[in-house]
């Protein structure tokens, strides 16, 4: 909580706010630490989650998905604009997806019975088959670090709800890539693609690794002193 000591002319001007930054010597909007449970290269904590899919509420958790890739997204909400372009984008090259053993799981904070009404109502939404999670609470979105934290009581626009983030987690549990935009910008589906197979690649050719844009056929790279000023 920040906290506004009552000044007295013996109070130094850098202690009437909290939010007093000692590194610039200005005073900032707000102070928080950012904090985010999952991290590259580290496993995603076991969440149990529920979702609406193919006409049913279930429940879900990471730990059931091990064996698989997951394409975990975040979006704000539904019924709303940039987000059933995303989410319709996805639903097109979900099968090509699920070739690659691939499962992917939207996420924002509205309820499955939201998630089954906006699916019933929006000629987009009804061509997604894949699970479509539920986070109320905010917990996974807090978890991954895009949930949007407002302050005490000014207004802080998207409060309460997720920025868009694509994470992309192995077989084994572990998160291989992240992708966080702010509100304004819509992700492209192929790219993410693009970066699943990527990481699928680089894991059954150890070695190896993907230059710049790499696409599935495309040369690869070998590191090694050989190569250390040659490109």
């Known amino acids: 909580m920040v906290s506004y000591p009552v000044p007295n002319q013996n109070t130094p001007m850098k202690e009437m706010k909290s939010n007093y930054c000692e590194h610039c010597g200005e005073f900032h909007d707000s102070v928080r630490d950012?904090?985010?449970?999952?991290?590259?290269?580290?496993?995603?904590?076991?969440?149990?989650?529920?979702?609406?899919h193919n006409d049913e509420i279930k429940t879900m958790s990471f730990s059931q998905l091990r064996g698989k890739w997951t394409i975990v997204v975040?979006?704000?909400?539904?019924?709303?604009?940039?987000?059933?372009?995303?989410?319709?984008?996805?639903?097109?090259l979900y099968p090509k997806?699920?070739?690659?053993?691939?499962e992917i799981i939207s996420v924002s904070s509205d309820t499955v019975f939201t998630h089954k009404a906006w699916h019933d109502t929006s000629?987009?939404?009804?061509?997604?088959?894949?699970?479509?999670?539920?986070?109320?609470s905010g917990k996974m979105a807090y978890a991954f670090g895009v949930l949007i934290e407002g302050g005490e009581a000014q207004l802080t626009p998207d409060e309460g709800l997720a920025m868009r983030?694509?994470?992309?987690?192995?077989?084994?549990?572990?998160?291989?890539?992240?992708?966080?935009?702010?509100?304004?910008?819509?992700?492209?589906?192929?790219e993410t693609m693009?970066?699943?197979?990527?990481?699928?690649?680089?894991?059954?050719?150890?070695?190896?690794v993907c230059p710049a844009s790499w696409e599935p056929g495309d040369d690869t790279l070998e590191p090694g002193l050989d190569l250390v000023g040659k490109l």
Do not use: W
């Open 74 to 92: 975040f979006y704000p909400a539904d019924f709303t604009f940039v987000c059933p372009t995303e989410l319709e984008e996805l639903a097109k």
């Open 194 to 208: 693009r970066k699943l197979q990527a990481a699928q690649y680089v894991e059954t050719h150890k070695g190896n």
């Open 165 to 190: 983030g694509t994470f992309i987690i192995d077989p084994s549990g572990t998160l291989r890539a992240m992708e966080v935009n702010d509100n304004s910008m819509g992700r492209k589906a192929a």
């Open 123 to 136: 000629e987009g939404i009804k061509a997604i088959k894949y699970p479509m999670a539920a986070d109320p």
């Open 34 to 52: 950012f904090v985010t449970q999952v991290k590259v290269g580290e496993t995603v904590p076991d969440f149990e989650f529920e979702v609406y």
């Open 97 to 102: 997806f699920q070739e690659l053993n691939a």
